[in-house]
């Protein structure tokens, strides 16, 4: 598809301004643009210009400067987004790539908070805190390696951490945001002019940018509470017939806070998992276990059990479970375990712990699960639900695969789930799609060459992916029907369109007084 870009001398003159600020190397044009302006699913307009400030001078610097041309102005972060959240709506936007803003600013053990800006990846972080014994509450999703701490905040994360606090919003003390004029506006007690200790300082101006896609503002500062890293743990995994089952031993798990994290998936997507394991792959997982156990005989344990038990388990079970649970010592782990398995046991089985193991050594890992185990493209969709409406809604979603079963697999369509409890009140059902079709500048921009020419590709069928945009639209109306909630909202989910009049009403307050003229990421939430 040929890429359209504006030629208007007003462009030039902006274009010309922008690079005077960050430099030609940080201004994106063309075909330059296209890795930054696609996301997982696709691509909508080609921006004007892609632009990656260095510092929160030339963040600001820039948003003025395309503020005051009357341009969009969109906020990218790690990229990993599905749901069109950063995706440009008209081709006079300026797409800010937030990636090089990617410094540690400060970590105050005594204070025990850290400040990060807002392109840090998690596993940078990680890496930081590490030598230190220390760590965050919630400390990243699973795409950490990519994944970064202001993108995070914008679209709320969740997985290493929230068992027990929660998603990455909970995380949250202070932000320093650019607003719509290029002000830098800060939260909780920085909004004093102190340190960004403190979170709750009158009503909470800091959760006002959670979650928001960007449409209030581009965050450029994130400061995050420090925690002292509970060395020991242990890992258990647990079968399940049906998901109702499933959901019911979570959610009595999850009220009495046993775990550090959990994720649970159904048989397709654990048998593709198992599929796109290759020899490199299962050496590098040995090798995690050795290097996360407590000691080389423990690991070399772990190793033998998991051996014997191979993937016979994995492919049987219909749902299963994964755990990973901390304490201070040994004592308090296993006792936290032992509770576990009277739970999950009571309409479960215990199966090996491979998967969790592996995460709790190696809990970042590279993108490769943006395409499927055979190359298909792949859409993810989530919903958070009551935990009266899981089994009703699993119900509806089951029927409606099968009304469209014949048709999914004459073009190949396969769909997966991932499930998680969010302390304790909200049972996330996630939803993969998976299908053939093309790479996109998304794929080659994060994958290594050489891992995506060992997989098969396919041709273009627009025929398919207009298949699956309308099997994605009714799966969005039944979690609408059955009372879900989302986390990425982007310019997908229903928002602005499904708030009560007096909630709207403040919202809209709220984005006028921020970004009056609207520049700021059109279209995220549905404003």
């Known amino acids: 598809m040929p890429v359209k870009t504006r030629t208007a001398p007003a462009d030039a003159g902006l274009l010309a301004r922008l690079e005077a600020i960050v430099g030609a190397g940080g201004v994106l044009t063309g075909e330059a643009a296209l890795p930054f302006a696609t996301d997982v699913y696709r691509r909508l307009e080609t921006p004007l210009a892609v632009v990656r400030p260095a510092d929160v001078d030339q963040l ?41 803003l990617s410094r540690i600013v400060e970590i105050n053990q005594t204070d025990a908070y850290v400040t990060v800006e807002a392109g840090v990846t998690w596993a940078q972080l990680k890496d930081a805190l590490d030598p230190l014994g220390l760590r965050t509450p919630f400390f990243g999703p699973f795409s950490g390696l990519a994944a970064t701490i202001g993108g995070s905040m914008s679209q709320h994360a969740i997985s290493h951490g929230s068992g027990l606090y929660g998603s990455s919003a909970e995380s949250a003390v202070s932000v320093d945001v650019v607003i719509a004029d290029g002000s830098l506006l800060r939260t909780g007690s920085a909004a ?9 300082y009158g009503p909470d101006l800091c959760g006002l940018f959670l979650g928001d896609c960007g449409a209030l503002g581009i965050k450029a500062r ?106 201070v010592d040994d004592r308090e782990a296993k006792a936290r375990l032992d509770r576990l398995r009277t739970l999950m046991t009571a309409e479960g089985v215990e199966i090996p712990n491979t998967m969790p193991t592996i995460v709790r050594g190696m809990p970042f890992a590279p993108l490769y699960n943006v395409l499927g185990p055979k190359g298909e493209r792949w859409a993810p969709l989530n919903g958070i639900l009551p935990h009266s409406h899981v089994a009703a809604f699993h119900q509806a979603l089951e029927a409606l695969y099968a009304s469209h079963a014949d048709e999914m697999t004459a073009r190949g369509v396969w769909r997966g789930g991932m499930f998680e409890v969010l302390r304790p009140s909200g049972f996330l059902y996630e939803v993969a799609l998976y299908w053939p079709g093309a790479q996109t500048a998304y794929h080659a921009g994060v994958l290594p060459a050489e891992h995506l020419a060992s997989l ?42 499904v708030l009560e009049a007096p909630s709207l009403d403040l919202v809209r307050a709220i984005k006028a007084a921020v970004d009056p003229k609207g520049v700021m990421n059109p279209g995220a939430l549905g404003l």
């Not at 004093?192 to 709750?200: M, T």
Request: aromatic content about 8%.
């Open 192 to 200: 004093r002019g102190a340190s960004p200790f403190a979170r709750w």
């Open 456 to 497: 098969p590709q396919y041709a273009d069928d627009p025929e398919t992916t207009a298949f699956v945009g309308k099997l994605k639209a009714q799966i969005i109306a039944l979690y609408a029907q059955h009372g879900a909630v989302h986390f990425q909202l982007g310019k997908l989910y229903p928002y602005g369109e």
């Open 60 to 100: 600001q610097a820039v948003v003025r400067e395309a503020a005051a041309e009357g341009v969009a102005i969109v906020p990218r972060g790690g990229g990993a987004s599905y749901t069109d959240g950063y995706l440009a709506t008209r081709a006079d936007t300026v797409l800010i790539d937030t990636g090089a």
């Open 222 to 327: 994130i400061t995050l509470p420090l925690i002292a890293k509970r060395p020991a743990f242990q890992c258990a995994s647990f079968a399940f017939e049906d998901l109702p089952s499933l959901a019911r031993a979570m959610r009595a798990a999850s009220i009495e806070s046993l775990d550090d994290e959990h994720f649970a998936i159904d048989a397709p997507l654990a048998q593709g998992q198992i599929a796109r394991q290759d020899n490199a792959a299962v050496v590098q997982m040995a090798l995690t276990v050795l290097k996360s156990s407590p000691s080389l005989v423990a690991g070399l344990r772990q190793l033998s059990k998991m051996a014997l038990a191979g993937d016979r388990a994995l492919r049987k079970a219909q749902y299963m479970v994964h755990y990973i649970l901390e304490g």
